[in-house]
């Protein structure tokens, strides 16, 4: 029973709720709008995230670097994609946690196929990856959208942000703790689980959020990003999960074309094998990297605060 819950069900259910949220803002009365420029929304952002006094040094910087190029441009244009849709803030901020239950639902079923035979069975599973994939870099841009929305709306609120935060601390426990209940952090052939490192994982992000939280709480409001950044997680994830379902997708294919090829055999067996271990050690270097580097720049500004008080 609880197994056709969880395999039908759950899945139904998200896709239903969904289906409401979307409804909704399409039957939302709409008024055109004129919105800031994406350089206006940049600067915008920079002063919120204690840039006030060199708004103008980190606009010129940041338009040089993928955050400026690629993703808050991203942010800008699905901004205003969702407001045509009539779709507020907090709308797709739960849009984006439906889709991480997604996510955690998909690798548990996608993973059944993990222990199954590596040539015939195992990447019909394996393949479904491709699309979590998706759905993963989605959460990710996601977690800038709705901010954006209310950006350009001029309707930031302290209520948005704090539903912000907690449903991106959902996402980041979702993403992970779905590895936990399946077999793809164990090497039964070596008798391992590494299947700690998720756990441990989970924590150090707990963690290294809290820091930036309670360190903006002390007074500390400029911030510095590091490479254990949410945005940097969510790609370093899809990258893995892109690289496992690739391989598998390969597989497949080639058995439709010819069941008896043996080109990837030795290939497909070193993927499987190690790419969610490799990613989960990646990602535990990167929190422990980023933690140590954020430890020592919140305690030298402290420093400096304490200082000058």
Request: charged residues 15%; contains cysteine; neutral net charge.
């Amino acid at each position: 029973m609880t197994e056709i819950l969880f395999t039908f069900v759950f899945p139904l259910v998200l896709l239903l709720v969904l289906i409401i949220i979307f409804i909704s803002g399409i039957f939302k009365e709409k008024t055109k709008q004129e919105f800031m420029t994406c350089d206006e929304f940049i600067k915008d952002w920079l002063k919120d995230h204690g840039q006030v006094q060199k708004a103008d040094e980190q606009f010129a910087k940041m338009k040089k670097d993928p955050a400026g190029k690629i993703y808050m441009p991203i942010t800008y244009g699905g901004a205003k994609i969702f407001i045509k849709l009539g779709l507020s803030p907090n709308k797709v901020s739960i849009i984006g946690l439906i889709l991480s239950f997604f996510i955690f639902w998909g690798v548990i079923m996608a993973s059944a196929g993990h222990t199954l035979d590596l040539m015939t069975e195992q990447p019909l599973y394996g393949s479904w990856f491709f699309a979590l994939a998706f759905l993963v870099l989605y959460t990710g841009i996601s977690d800038g959208i709705d901010g954006a929305i209310a950006r350009l709306l001029d309707i930031k609120s302290k209520t948005g942000a704090w539903l912000d935060n907690i449903i991106d601390r959902v996402s980041d426990i979702l993403i992970l703790v779905c590895l936990v209940p399946t077999s793809l952090l164990v090497l039964p052939s070596y008798g391992l689980d590494f299947t700690w490192i998720a756990w441990t994982n989970i924590f150090l992000i707990f963690i290294y959020e809290y820091m930036r939280a309670r360190h903006e709480g002390l007074g500390l409001h400029e911030t510095k990003p590091f490479v254990g950044e949410r945005i940097t997680r969510v790609i370093v994830n899809a990258t893995f999960f892109f690289v496992y379902s690739i391989s598998s997708l390969a597989v497949f294919l080639t058995n439709l074309i010819n069941p008896s090829a043996t080109i990837w055999n030795d290939t497909h067996l070193g993927v499987i094998t190690w790419t969610m271990l490799i990613y989960q050690i990646v990602l535990l270097a990167m929190m422990v990297l980023s933690m140590i580097l954020f430890s020592k720049y919140i305690w030298k500004n402290l420093k400096k605060i304490e200082k000058s008080d």
